[in-house]
């Protein structure tokens, strides 16, 4: 049974991830209208994974007995003047959740929750990951946006075409590497044709 402590952070957890779900659909849509088709397919799938962690939480709160809450989801006001300010409102955003998620971990351990404790781990490895993600977006971004940076990025592009994609540097499977099998020679006796004799009852 949760207490009413946890009850109200998984429900504002809740809210959280929703936010997150209907800020990122917003960002699509700008991104749309900036011509950055790709970034804006990027945004729209992201938007749908954090449904599915606005849904997670929600069934895990129903499962405990308890009654999960939406509440009020802001709808986020599209005044990014660059697809670099937009990420980083992104990525400040990701931090934001996962503050949000280390109090409600935090708290867990504090009152012995450990069923909760345990779930919210899911969601600890998810903000490593989301972090990582939007935070080497918005580096990028970044570099790509001066002279010297496109030079480099396109320098880091061709060592991954050229390089890294190169045929010696591309490890063969084992049974590859071993080559072909040997011939037994006419005349030997062959110990697995013998073998597969002796299962078929001849």
Known sequence: ????????KLNHQ?????????????????????ELDSAAAFFRQHAEEEKQHMMKLFDYINETG???LIGDVATPAPEWKSHI??????????????KSINDLVDTALREKDYSTFQFLQWYVAEQHEEEHLFGSMLH??????TVDGRALFRFDEEVRKS????EH?????????????????EGHDDPHARHQHSCSGH
């Open 140 to 145: 990028k971004a970044r570099i790509i946006n």
């Open 66 to 68: 308890a009654l999960a």
């Open 85 to 98: 300010e937009l990420l980083e409102a992104a990525y400040n955003h990701e931090l934001a959740i996962t």
């Open 169 to 185: 540097l591309q490890q063969k499977p084992m049974f590859l590497q071993m080559g072909p099998a040997p011939k037994h020679h």
């Open 1 to 8: 049974m949760l207490s009413n402590t946890i009850l109200d």
């Open 14 to 34: 809740v809210n959280l991830e929703a936010c997150s779900a209907h800020l990122y659909l917003q960002m699509s849509a700008w991104l749309i209208s900036q």
């Open 163 to 166: 390089v890294l994609h190169h």
